[in-house]
């Protein structure tokens, strides 16, 4: 599939920062053990040391270094982000365009479904899986993807929809075109941007929640990301430590959501052509 775009994405200034900001992180989590002097988990001798040109970030309560936790959590939160937003997108594709393209009985099967699964709150559901089952990253991705995936149905529906009443459309039903050719040359060229914005909705979504999860203290013990180094972090408020221990993965949980909320604005003008500027 090719997509053919007059303005590029770096073109805005949101694109622009956007993507600085995403590529600020992949960068850390790709050469975290190039940057990092240490282990996430190894004892360094040192507890609580301030900030200084050996520990970057300073040290915890059991003497970790909080700069190597730091970066090595970006592979985590972006792991989750990308592998949430991939099956979400995924299932809202299959969901919504079989209820477009069959229609009838189908349609509303899967539409009584979506509406019945928007109801059921997902934190709720998530603490009862963690009660009962060992927390993995396997399972936070497959729990956050159950529940994001019926807001793109809608979408992808309505969308599909309207792809059925163009002209190129009818021609190739009348020709006896399968269902499985129509989504394969005619819904799914046109559906990419949709695909694509959803997909930076979902990461967006999934970086936030997975940060509040492990918070709330809800996900695996020995799974280093964002949220958990707030968590240790916030006990120790009382302590100077705070400074450079809870505000780091704050910060880095904000910009990397600010990075796909400015990326899709970027793109949103990219695709539609609507909102791009008039050229005089």
Request: aromatic content about 12%; some cysteine; proline content about 5%.
């Amino acid at each position: 599939m090719h997509i053919r775009y007059d303005i590029e994405l770096t073109d805005s200034s949101f694109g622009r920062l956007g993507l600085s900001l995403l590529f600020t992180a992949f960068i850390a989590a790709l050469l975290a053990p190039v940057l990092a002097n240490y282990s996430p988990t190894a004892y360094t001798g040192d507890i609580f040391h301030p900030p200084c040109t050996k520990y970057w970030l300073g040290t915890n309560e059991v003497g970790q270094d909080i700069w190597t936790q730091l970066i090595y959590s970006a592979r985590t939160s972006l792991s989750i982000a990308g592998g949430t937003a991939f099956i979400a997108v995924a299932l809202s594709l299959l969901a919504g365009g079989l209820a477009a393209l069959y229609g009838g009985l189908c349609d509303r099967a899967i539409m009584r479904i979506v509406d019945i699964w928007l109801v059921i709150p997902p934190i709720i559901v998530i603490i009862l899986f963690a009660a009962y089952l060992h927390p993995s990253i396997v399972l936070l991705i497959t729990l956050l993807a159950a529940f994001m995936w019926p807001d793109g149905t809608r979408i992808v529906r309505a969308q599909t929809l309207a792809l059925k009443t163009k002209a190129s459309y009818a021609a190739a039903t009348t020709f006896g075109a399968t269902e499985q050719y129509l989504l394969r040359k005619h819904v799914l060229p046109d559906l990419g941007p949709t695909l694509i914005a959803l997909f930076i909705q979902y990461a967006r979504r999934a970086i936030f929640m997975e940060a509040g999860l492990s918070f709330l203290g809800i996900s695996d013990p020995s799974l280093i990301s964002w949220g958990k180094m707030m968590q240790q972090a916030l006990a120790f408020t009382y302590l100077d430590v705070w400074q450079w221990w809870l505000i780091p993965p704050g910060l880095a949980v904000s910009l990397t959501i600010a990075g796909l909320s400015f990326t899709g604005l970027a793109l949103e003008t990219v695709l539609d052509p609507r909102l791009r500027p008039e050229k005089r």
